[in-house]
T-cell receptor, first 115, second 108 residues
């Protein structure tokens, strides 16, 4: 059983296009996240949603718009794609609370290449 | 912002050797997590630490939450080929902050 799933796994597109990445978790978590991993493998949080509400937005360009239709889904829409958007994007989820409840579990990643 | 310094950045070892890596923080964390990332996959949680001084094992892996709450280490004993990958420390008082990763390569 897949815990955190993302689609698509690979995404190759032209500069200027708009694209979406989908994430779903079946862990019963109420918080979901998007991370970006650059070519040097550095992982940085972009957004966090709790119960469909945005709680973290880390100075990400307005071209990136997360959308959470329900607690189990957090999608990422990117407008006017730029070359620098090429990276691996990871979705993650956790419970809220403290300690072990907040441990985050990651999806397999979406490899975005902008040409 | 908060930063984590993870070292070493890379390790080249022989199969069977023990491995040690650590992370230090400029601020106090409530949680330390260690993840492993295989090529083409997402980070997978190895060990989670929630109390200062806590020492936790998971098979051949052992990790400790430093007493100062500003550091953590991960040890791997008797390394095997499937241990190859990138190991990340991560800590959180609020949002999760990641170290730069330790890339482990094993020569058979």
């Amino acid at each position: 059983d897949t815990a955190v799933s993302q689609t698509p796994k690979y995404l190759v597109t032209q500069m200027g296009n708009d694209k979406s990445i989908k994430c779903e978790q079946n862990l019963g978590h109420d918080t979901m996240y998007w991370y970006k991993q650059d070519s040097k493998k550095f992982l940085k949080i972009m957004f966090s949603y709790n119960n469909k509400e945005l709680i973290i937005n880390e100075t990400v360009p307005n071209r990136f718009s997360p959308k959470s239709p329900d607690k189990a889904h957090l999608n990422l829409h990117i407008n006017s794609l730029e070359l620098g958007d090429s990276a691996v994007y990871f979705c993650a989820s956790s419970h809220t609370g403290t300690g072990s409840f907040r441990t985050q579990y990651f999806g397999p990643g979406t490899r975005l290449l902008v040409l | 912002g908060q930063q984590l310094n993870q070292s070493p950045q890379s390790m080249f070892i022989q199969e069977g050797e023990d491995v040690s890596m650590n992370c230090t923080s400029s601020s106090i964390f409530n949680t330390w997590l260690w993840y492993k990332q295989d090529p083409g996959e997402g980070p997978v949680l190895l060990i989670a630490l929630y109390k200062a001084g806590e020492l936790t094992s998971n098979g051949r892996l052992t990790a400790q939450f430093g007493i100062t709450r500003k550091d953590s280490f991960l040890n791997i004993s008797a390394s095997i080929p499937s241990d190859v990958g990138i190991y990340f420390c991560a800590g959180q008082p609020q949002k999760l902050v990641f170290g730069q990763g330790t890339r482990l390569t094993i020569n058979p």
